[in-house]
């Protein structure tokens, strides 16, 4: 590996707009992209990707597993040294249209470990070697969903996931505030209503029927969505991102 190579480390890049990154991104001379998947074997399109390009390393990663994360340390020790990005993509949206006053807690639960815990975990494991990077930079796709003013008087109903997103945005506060001493850059990034597997299921569970979308809001593919979230990755910069929510336009989101 040069010395001039950009090191990531994307979590949930198996498929949906985590894929669409790491291919951006693999599209780059002198990049190296550690790649997560929960089962990166059977992952088809990311092997095919690592194998077409050779600067993709699929490694598992299961959201909040420790030893996960701490494997995948290893490996990036052992292939770069450092790691320049991170990117907490992994997530999972479910109970839309179940109301808070009947949402099993174990999906409260759940979606907490997945989208807040997982993010947490992956940085902890990986801090040591983001803090050997001259321009340390995490970032958490987490969602509008997870903005209190939003949620406030959203015409949706989906209180686990937002909540749970909600408490991954409060987190990156922390990251943000707590980092600055290391030079580290931590920012919230909402990928915009993208039509991945999530995206559609959500859509479907809001009652929205196929092919539609909700009024006002574009629906974006995982590519347009990747583009628009790399382009704030890589113009990310402590003054005006960290510790900031930012739409994939790069404008600003209430908390
Ligand atoms: N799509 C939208 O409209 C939208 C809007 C706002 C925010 N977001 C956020 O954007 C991020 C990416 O979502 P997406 O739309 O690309 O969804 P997606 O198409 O459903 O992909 C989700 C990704 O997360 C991985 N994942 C799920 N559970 C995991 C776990 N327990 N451990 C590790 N990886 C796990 C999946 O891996 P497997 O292939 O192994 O399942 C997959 O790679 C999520 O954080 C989501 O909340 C999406």
Redesign the pocket.
């Known amino acids: 590996m040069s010395s001039s190579t950009t090191v990531y480390a994307i979590?949930?890049?198996?498929?949906?707009?985590?894929?669409?990154i790491t291919s951006l991104l693999a599209q780059r001379d002198n990049v190296l992209i550690f790649a997560?998947?929960?089962?990166p074997a059977h992952?088809a399109q990311l092997q095919a990707l690592a194998e077409k390009t050779g600067k993709v390393v699929p490694v598992k990663?299961?959201?909040?597993?420790e030893d996960d994360a701490a494997a995948l340390a290893r490996v990036v020790e052992q292939k770069a040294g450092h790691v320049d990005y991170v990117i907490?993509?992994?997530?999972?949206?479910e109970d839309f249209n179940n109301p808070v006053f009947s949402a099993p807690a174990s999906s409260f639960t759940k979606q907490f470990?997945?989208?807040a815990i997982?993010p947490l975990v992956l940085l902890q494991q990986l801090y040591p070697l983001l803090t050997k990077s001259s321009t340390p930079r995490f970032f958490?796709?987490?969602?509008?969903?997870g903005s209190t003013s939003f949620a406030a008087t959203a015409p949706l109903i989906f209180s686990p996931?937002s909540v749970s997103?909600a408490a991954v945005n409060n987190l990156v506060v922390h990251i943000a505030r707590e980092g600055e001493k290391d030079n580290l850059v931590a920012t919230v990034v909402?990928?915009?209503?993208?039509?991945?597997?999530?995206?559609?299921?959500?859509l479907k569970g809001m009652g929205i029927p196929e092919g539609e979308g909700i009024p006002g809001i574009p629906?974006?593919t995982?590519d347009e969505?990747a583009n628009a979230l790399v382009k704030i990755f890589d113009e990310a910069k402590r003054e005006t991102h960290n510790g900031k929510f930012l739409s994939y336009d790069g404008s600003e989101i209430p908390w």
């Not at 979590?11 to 669409?20: E, N, Q, T, V």
């Not at 997560?36 to 089962?39: E, I, N, P, Q």
């Not at 909402?190 to 959500?202: C, F, K, N, R, T």
């Open positions: 979590s949930g890049a198996s498929r949906g707009i985590g894929f669409a997560g998947a929960r089962d992952s990663l299961e959201s909040a597993n907490a993509n992994a997530g999972i949206a470990m997945v989208n997982g958490v796709v987490s969602s509008v969903a996931y997103k909402h990928p915009g209503m993208v039509l991945s597997d999530m995206g559609v299921a959500a629906a974006l995982p969505s």
